[in-house]
């Protein structure tokens, strides 16, 4: 069979060529640019040479073989494609592996195979879920480009432990192999057994201790190509994509990068910077052994690969429920990890969110309250009113006190506050008298609790909006208003005139 004669082509190729560059390498000292490796094992980080090699050998294989005409028109020109725009990621990273390449550079790079790519005919013209197909239209190209660039950064970031990059990239390749022969790509089954056979071969080494690493050469390589088979296998038509698919076979790897960008944005550092904190090494960091943690990965990547298989091929009923399910599921897992592997940064986060949101809705509540006040305060028949007002409605606008009185007057010193709060509360002074003659005019005097920011600009606010209304009475006519329901009229023994509850 085809496939199977690609596949062994490629793994075979890797599991000679593989020791041959690592003998090699360290006999001429090429190790890799280093990142932080220790003096007593310095391994070499070039494994994209033997990996594009065994990969090239499978996919000549595969045009030179029986049978490749079977995947329709045009297959030489899919493998030219895929191999020469790979082929350039695959030089962009092995110079970044022994230059260490600007970003600014690589980016630029990484955008021009990706372009190769959609000169050739990888484009993503349409997009399938749920039985339903989008047309991108003019968003095809930069939807490609987002694509490929996204799929390649983030399978390179999560290259953190032996054999971690090389096994998912392994299982991301199953499963697309396994949905291209559904549809019938035979070219992309090809492919993906070429690059699979490759990475087989190449986990010989790489796992745990490993011998040579993917480095930028191999994982930028690895990462373009499942961006670019994952979709392509998943093609239902010319326009159409199974977008289920690839987006879950890669979902791991997408996750990774997207938690650590959200992290990295609240802990204030560079968001394209790099740290030890991504889900690997938090697996380390709460006990879990290198293998487990590299096994776990394994698994919790199949499973993913396995939900878009389902989402995209199941019967409507199935996919209802696996959707629904998986959705929950994966609340609940992430919930739980971020606790679990000590992501912090969005705990915390999530407390300011939940106490952030319970406070602007009660400030918002305090404001409508201080509006219907300044109503009733409208229609005050002496100071006294306006006094035993404010102190009724005190406790509702969320402060401790609120009075109008003299400037120079010793009326709401902080001793009228109950002593569990007096020593941490805070007093604001608004006039209420503008521009006036006396020389000891009338001002607004509040305590306030303030145990954030928030608080204090909405007791800010509320004595703004009090102070104003008190001011409209001093200068203006006393226009008898309805009273709005929950404010207290002021308790000063028999009601004043024309006041009604």
């Not at 970003?103 to 955008?111: D, E, T, V």
């Not at 296998?233 to 698919?245: D, E, I, M, N, Q």
């Not at 943690?293 to 298989?309: D, E, N, R, S, W």
């Not at 303030?450 to 226009?479: E, F, I, K, M, S």
Request: charged share 15%; aromatic share 6%.
């Amino acid at each position: 069979m085809p496939i199977l004669l690609v596949f062994a082509v490629a793994a075979l190729a890797a599991l000679l060529v593989t020791p041959a560059v690592v003998r090699v390498v360290t006999a001429h000292g090429l190790y890799g640019h280093v990142r932080g490796d220790s003096p007593a094992r310095r391994v070499p980080r070039l494994g994209g040479i033997p990996v594009w090699l065994a990969t090239s050998a499978g996919i000549v294989a595969a045009v030179l073989g029986p049978g490749v005409n079977a995947g329709g028109a045009g297959p030489d020109r899919f493998f030219v494609g895929v191999l020469l725009a790979g082929s350039l990621m695959f030089a962009v990273g092995l110079l970044d592996d022994l230059y260490n390449l600007r970003p600014s550079a690589k980016l630029l790079a990484q955008c021009t195979a990706a372009v190769v790519a959609y000169a050739c005919g990888f484009r993503i013209d349409g997009i399938t879920f749920a039985g339903a197909t989008l047309d991108t239209a003019a968003l095809a190209l930069p939807l490609t480009l987002l694509w490929i660039v996204g799929v390649t950064n983030a399978f390179n970031l999560i290259d953190g432990l032996d054999g971690l990059a090389t096994g998912i990239g392994l299982v991301a390749l199953c499963t697309t192999l396994a949905v291209a022969l559904m549809l019938g790509n035979l070219e992309v089954a090809m492919a993906c057994a070429a690059l699979g056979g490759a990475l087989l071969g190449f986990l010989r080494y790489n796992f745990r201790p490993a011998r040579i690493f993917l480095g930028d050469s191999g994982s930028m390589f690895v990462g373009f190509m499942l961006a670019v088979l994952s979709v392509h296998g998943s093609t239902k038509s010319a326009a159409a994509v199974l977008v289920a698919v690839p987006v879950l076979v890669l979902a791991l790897p997408i996750m990774d990068t997207l938690l650590a960008i959200v992290r990295r944005w609240l802990r204030g550092t560079p968001v394209f910077g790099a740290d030890e904190r991504h889900l690997h090494h938090r697996l380390l960091a709460v006990g879990v052994t290198h293998v487990r943690a590299v096994v776990l990965m394994y698994l919790l990547a199949a499973a993913l690969a396995i939900f878009g298989v389902l989402l995209a091929f199941g019967p409507p009923s199935l996919v209802a429920a696996v959707a629904l399910g998986g959705a929950a599921l994966s609340i609940v897992l992430l919930l739980a990890g971020i606790k679990l592997l000590g992501y912090y940064e969005f705990v915390e986060a999530g407390a300011v969110l939940h106490s952030g949101m319970r406070g602007i809705r009660q400030s918002i509540r305090d404001q409508i309250h201080a509006r219907d006040v300044a109503q009733v305060l409208a229609r005050a028949e002496s100071i006294e009113h306006i006094e035993a007002i404010l102190g009724d409605n005190a406790e509702g606008l969320g402060l401790l006190y609120a009075t109008v009185c003299r400037e120079s007057s010793p009326v709401g010193a902080r001793s009228v506050l109950p002593g569990t709060v007096a020593a941490g509360a805070w007093k604001l002074e608004c006039p209420v008298e503008l521009n006036h003659p006396n020389a000891d005019p009338y001002v607004l005097r509040v305590w306030t609790e303030a145990p954030d920011d928030l608080r204090l600009l909405t007791a800010d606010r509320t004595a703004r909006v009090l102070a104003a209304a008190v001011r409209g009475w001093l200068t203006g006519p006393r226009t008898p208003l309805p009273a709005p329901g929950g404010v207290s009229l002021g308790h000063l023994g028999p009601a004043p005139s024309g006041a009604s509850a």
